[in-house]
């Protein structure tokens, strides 16, 4: 039974970032993500008579059918509202859409631009607040992540992770993440591409604690010894303008056969999608029997549900 004794919950009402949740919870997490995706059935009311609503400033695929596929698996209604319609802050303040939001439902999934967007929602209204990508952090693709890399390795044992290219949203939580379960990871960028300084730092002082190591580097040897090669789009949302000029600067960090063959023998491709062919990652790559990406993107659904249950069904494990 899930409800079984000790009850774990998680300790917050939100879910922002990584770095704020106790290692325990990941692994809480990660746990009953693994027993949704064993019996998906098993949770099948938890969030019965609830809504969820989704606030999307940003464009979205595997994010947005993730949670509303999964808020149906648990019983639940979604609602999903794209900036056309509520224009977060600007029709309206954010604390008020909040307000609003949390008398009719009881949960919100936010993708917005600023970090700070986020973080007002959640500290505004009384309902779960769940990060769905801010340009700063993506936690529930770290978690999932690091869920889907448990699964292919069986262990975190030995696991050393190397993200390849821009330091931006993905690669922070990822580094919150490997900052927490004390797994290695190296981070190799061209330079001024680096993850953000404030972030590295946290995560640094996290490491210290967990055993985890954190190198930043602009030089691809650092990929030696890697069990997961990591990359993400070159220019996130909302950096379209610099398209061009990115592909030049990051032309040498591409993910291609070559770069994985200085991995460790057997390492795995990662990518949190949506990918550019021939640009951060060759098509050989990225369609190799070392790529797990369509596995990552499956266990959104059941990293999130987990987190839905916990957050907003109330479950505990
Ligand atoms: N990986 C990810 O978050 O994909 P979407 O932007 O399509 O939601
Ligand atoms: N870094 C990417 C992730 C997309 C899921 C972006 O923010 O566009």
Redesign the pocket.
């Known amino acids: 039974m899930l409800t079984a004794a000790p009850a774990r919950r998680l300790s917050q009402k939100d879910l922002l970032s990584v770095a704020t949740l106790a290692p325990e919870e990941i692994l809480a997490i990660i746990e009953l993500a693994g027993r949704l995706k064993r019996a998906p059935d098993s949770l099948n009311g938890a969030l019965r008579g609830k809504t969820v609503v989704l606030v999307f400033e940003?464009p979205?695929l595997?994010?947005r059918v993730t949670f509303e596929v999964g808020v149906h698996q648990l019983g639940g209604h979604s609602i999903f509202l794209d900036h056309h319609r509520i224009k977060l802050g600007e029709r309206e303040a954010i604390k008020d859409v909040g307000r609003n939001l949390e008398r009719w439902t009881h949960g919100i999934v936010a993708r917005t631009y600023k970090h700070k967007s986020v973080l007002e929602l959640a500290a505004a209204t009384r309902i779960p607040v769940i990060n769905g990508?801010t340009?700063l952090l993506?936690p529930c693709?770290a978690l999932a992540d690091y869920f889907t890399i448990r699964e292919r390795f069986g262990t975190f044992e030995g696991v050393r992770v190397a993200y390849v290219g821009?330091g931006?949203?993905?690669c922070h939580s990822l580094l919150d993440g490997a900052a927490k379960l004390g797994l290695p990871i190296t981070v190799v960028s061209p330079e001024g591409y680096e993850p953000n300084s404030r972030v590295v730092n946290e995560a640094m002082r996290l490491a210290q604690d967990s055993g985890s190591e954190i190198r930043i580097t602009n030089d691809l040897d650092a990929v030696a010894g890697a069990t997961v090669v990591y990359t993400?789009?070159w220019a996130?949302?909302?950096?379209e303008d610099e398209s061009e000029e990115r592909a030049a600067i990051f032309a040498d960090y591409q993910v291609n056969e070559d770069l994985m063959a200085r991995a460790a023998p057997g390492a795995v491709f990662m990518h949190?999608?949506?990918a550019h062919r021939g640009m951060e990652v060759s098509s050989g790559v990225l369609d190799s029997g070392e790529s797990v990406v369509f596995e990552q993107a499956e266990n959104r659904l059941h990293v999130q549900n987990a987190i839905l249950a916990f957050l907003v069904g109330g479950a505990t494990l």
């Open positions: 940003k979205s595997r994010t990508l340009d993506h693709q821009d931006n949203n993905t993400d789009t996130s949302m909302g950096q949190c999608l949506p």
